[in-house]
């Protein structure tokens, strides 16, 4: 008696086809970083490091640049105060971002990268330019060296260099363990920048005061673990160029400064994802 007829042969061939199909599926799914459809949020802070830079300022009776200024961030040490106090959660050097998984591992997501640059004083710095100011007309010599010192100069974005930007990020899956995840992040973006600088010129009143002064471009790594699908501690090393063509110095509109810097910004963050 013939125990498989043709029928029975296909039959049996689709269920296996089937099977092998939801055993694939749900291995992939496994193996998935983030579900499309997911929001994350997340909270945290950042070292930065700057490379020297030019910075050219303008105004009705000067018009210098000093090259290769070196700037430094200003990190303060840890503190429930000014770190977890809901009043001063901006008086460190703070990140914040949502995102949305368009696709399974990608996503798009806006934030704020809360940095700050204060000019290093007291450095040698070579100058060119002129100054007509009373009592600063021989401040710089066309060409030297001067020495920077805050009767001079002092000049600070510390409230900060803002960085408003959206990036792209993709996501892979490394360690899957049930309530545990490793995945690895990369991704880059562009953005504003909105820094509150804080500049003394030459005994001029400064501003002080929010303003758009340029653009940002950035690309990024980093590592992340995430626990229950649900909370994680994430980590990034950022590359960027930062693009400040408009910088407010003075209480007088006329009164201004450029830079471009490039800088490195390690970020530790923590946050929330969840599917709807």
Request: a neutral charge; zero cysteines.
């Amino acid at each position: 008696m013939q125990l498989f007829n043709k029928s029975n042969l296909l039959f049996l061939l689709a269920i296996f086809a089937v099977g092998a199909s939801d055993a694939q599926e749900q291995e992939k799914n496994k193996r998935k970083a983030h579900r499309k459809g997911e929001v994350y949020a997340y909270w945290g802070w950042n070292r930065a490091y700057y490379g020297r830079s030019s910075v050219h300022f303008t105004g009705n009776d000067y018009n210098f640049t000093l090259h290769g200024v070196k700037g430094d961030d200003k990190p303060i040490g840890w503190n429930f105060h000014d770190f977890l106090d809901p009043t001063r959660v901006t008086i460190p050097q703070v990140n914040y971002r949502i995102g949305y998984f368009f696709k399974d591992n990608w996503a798009v997501s806006l934030g704020m990268d809360h940095m700050k640059y204060v000019v290093r004083p007291g450095q040698w710095v070579k100058s060119t330019g002129t100054i007509n100011t009373p009592g600063f007309e021989n401040a710089i010599v066309d060409g030297e060296y001067i020495y920077l010192n805050d009767d001079f100069l002092h000049l600070e974005h510390t409230d900060g260099l803002n960085y408003l930007n959206a990036e792209l990020e993709y996501y892979h899956n490394f360690i899957n363990s049930g309530f545990f995840k490793f995945n690895s992040i990369a991704g880059g973006g562009l953005g504003l920048l909105i820094p509150k600088t804080n500049a003394t010129i030459m005994n001029h009143e400064r501003h002080d005061k929010f303003h758009l002064a340029g653009w940002g471009l950035d690309a990024k790594v980093g590592a992340e673990l995430l626990f229950w699908n649900l909370f994680f501690l994430r980590t990034e090393l950022k590359e960027g160029l930062i693009s400040m063509p408009d910088i407010r110095t003075t209480s007088n509109s006329s009164d201004k400064a450029s830079q471009n810097i490039l800088y490195l910004q390690w970020n530790y963050t923590f946050g929330f994802s969840w599917h709807f």
